[in-house]
């Protein structure tokens, strides 16, 4: 069974994808009649006396080898099917398109596959009898092969992208062929490239190109999904690099790269394909540390999609040592759109790992230095309340996750319980608050500041927000009517902020019965009896969530139809004032 792939046909995709790549960078162009993409300008190259760079290969490594066609990379790249090495024919009419009999001269860069060796060998001799000045470099970096038989072949891999920029940088300064050859040549032997993949790739119209369990890896595969030299079991990422890294330098293997504490390299982290960005920085971030770790001076950093294997889910590390004149190219500038730059500070070249910008963190108790203080009596039910508010919010944690689950991604329960422990944890004792239960407008601030960084998200938001707002109607006073005020006023906020209102099957639903209710009653009826109206009309209100239509948040793309039972946030809000409600009238 085939793998999907968003395609127009199995034939004509490596050429709709050529068409693609010169439809969005139209200073590249199609050779006519062949899978042969040219800078536009390379006749005025071939006039400045420039040496023109050629390299291919199989299509599906994308953006090699066309996207590293500009000026300071390649002047042309030939394309083959999918995996496949392009035909000689296409090969020699780039040479033919690129260089001139007389002129400078061409340098082929080719990854070491023996059907590349191949075509390109025989197209070179051919352009040779033309009369045309052409030498080859091979690169073949590959440090997974075990054996100590130096006769053994090395895949050409993701090093070969900077074995193009080098070349890309002296042929731009105007170096003669040989010096080229010579600089490309010596930077191939002083360079090491390893992968591991976590997925097979498959091409246009077929199955995986081979099988991998789901809890297994492969380490040291080609970016054709040849074999590697073992599979593991699945490990972490800093696990990964590490056996990436001890292979790759591995004294025993013929194929090892020679590293040493003090050696200056550039490191590059290439995805094969499939890897999220969220994994690459990661991976990132371990190759350089423990790169760093070993007493190697990472001067020069890449991580990106430099040479791929379709949709293959892996990574590959390059490294290469660095001297005067490649970090002179690898700095250089180029139009290539595939070559991508890191961000260095304004004047600095070389890399150094950043130490974190300084912060003075404000103490977690936000104070306003005129809020109103409240008495000590009632500042100990307020502790109460809530202590006894997040110990119900834990405890509803498994309850609220399984009504979120048919609205939501059922985690609900599980955020709420993250800021309530939060909060707990920060309340600190009775007879020894941590918190300023004493003075409520900053007590609201402090709450605010702790579900704001404990429990993150929409649900974090919204309940700092309506904290936030709420303390504004405490700084001078607390009477029964500001803490009516303060909750309308948090209600507004969210409400603000958050685009719902009552009737949208979200938490606005409780929070605004409640209001509305304690308003009316909190005048004529006692405090007690004010909260337990409120209370009751809160809970009407989350109950009658479950017939609703959801016009907000995450339930508001889930189908009506599926919506049976009340919104969980809704919920959440009646268990909390519910233990509000308790503590008052044990207090009397």
Request: charged share 20%; net charge neutral.
């Amino acid at each position: 069974m085939s793998s999907k792939k968003l395609i127009n046909s199995v034939e004509s995709c490596v050429d709709e994808a050529l068409e693609g790549l010169v439809i969005v960078n139209p200073g590249l162009r199609v050779l006519q009649g062949h899978r042969v993409v040219v800078r536009h300008d390379i006749e005025d190259v071939i006039k400045e006396g420039k040496v023109t760079l050629l390299c291919g290969g199989g299509s599906g490594h994308e953006p090699a080898h066309a996207g590293y066609i500009g000026s300071g990379m390649l002047s042309a790249a030939v394309a083959g099917a999918v995996f496949t090495s392009p035909p000689p024919s296409s090969i020699l009419a780039a040479l033919r398109t690129i260089s001139k009999p007389g002129a400078a001269g061409s340098l082929i860069i080719v990854k070491n596959y023996t059907g590349d060796r191949l075509n390109f060998g025989l197209a070179a001799e051919r352009a040779k009898a033309d009369g045309l000045n052409v030498n080859m470099v091979v690169v073949g970096e590959d440090c997974a092969l075990t054996s100590s038989d130096k006769t053994a072949g090395r895949r050409g891999l993701c090093g070969t992208v900077l074995i193009h920029k080098i070349c890309g940088a002296l042929a731009e300064e105007g170096k003669s062929l040989e010096e080229i050859h010579q600089v490309a040549s010596n930077a191939a032997k002083n360079m090491g490239t390893i992968g591991v993949s976590l997925t097979p790739c498959s091409l246009p119209g077929a199955g995986p190109s081979f099988e991998l369990k789901s809890d297994e890896m492969e380490l040291g595969l080609g970016i054709h999904g040849e074999a590697g030299v073992k599979r593991t079991k699945l490990l972490s990422a800093k696990e990964v690099v590490k056996m990436m890294l001890d292979h790759m330098t591995n004294p025993q293997t013929s194929t090892h790269l020679d590293l040493k504490k003090g050696d200056r390299v550039v490191c590059m982290i290439n995805n094969l394909g499939g890897t999220s960005v969220l994994e690459m920085s990661i991976i990132a971030k371990e190759a350089i540390q423990q790169l760093e770790s070993r007493g190697v001076v990472v001067e020069r950093a890449y991580s990106g999609s430099f040479m791929t294997s379709l949709e293959m889910a892996g990574v590959s590390i390059t490294l290469l040592h660095l001297d005067v004149t490649i970090k002179r190219c690898l700095d250089a500038g180029t139009t290539a759109p595939g070559w991508s730059v890191p961000l260095l500070p304004v004047g600095i070249s070389t890399r150094e790992t950043p130490g974190v910008m300084p912060y003075s963190q404000e103490d977690v108790v936000a104070k306003s230095t005129d809020a109103v203080q409240i008495p000590k009596e009632t500042a100990a039910m307020l502790y109460e309340m809530i202590k006894l508010s997040m110990e119900r919010l834990i405890a509803a944690e498994t309850e609220l996750n399984t009504l979120d689950k048919e609205s939501g991604d059922g985690d609900c329960g599980s955020t709420l319980a993250r800021g309530a422990k939060a909060i707990l944890q920060s309340l600190g004792s009775k007879d020894n608050p941590s918190l300023p239960v004493g003075v409520p407008a900053n007590l609201a601030l402090s709450l605010a500041r702790i579900v704001e960084d404990s429990m993150g998200g929409s649900s974090g938001a919204l309940y700092s927000l309506f904290l936030t707002s709420a303390s504004q109607c405490l700084q001078s006073s607390v009477t029964r009517n500001d803490w009516v005020k303060a909750l309308l006023n948090g209600n507004s906020t969210a409400m603000r902020y958050g685009r719902a209102e009552p009737g949208d099957r979200t938490m606005i639903d409780s929070l605004v019965a409640a209001g509305t209710t304690l308003s009316e009653k909190i005048s004529s009826c006692t405090p007690v009896q004010a909260l337990e109206a409120s209370v009751k009309a809160a809970e009407s209100a989350a109950q009658a969530t479950a017939s609703m239509k959801a016009k907000a948040g995450r339930a508001s793309y889930v189908s009506a139809e599926r919506l049976k039972s009340p919104d969980p946030g809704a919920v959440s809000v009646t268990y909390w004032m519910r233990a509000v409600l308790e503590v008052l009238q044990k207090q009397g």
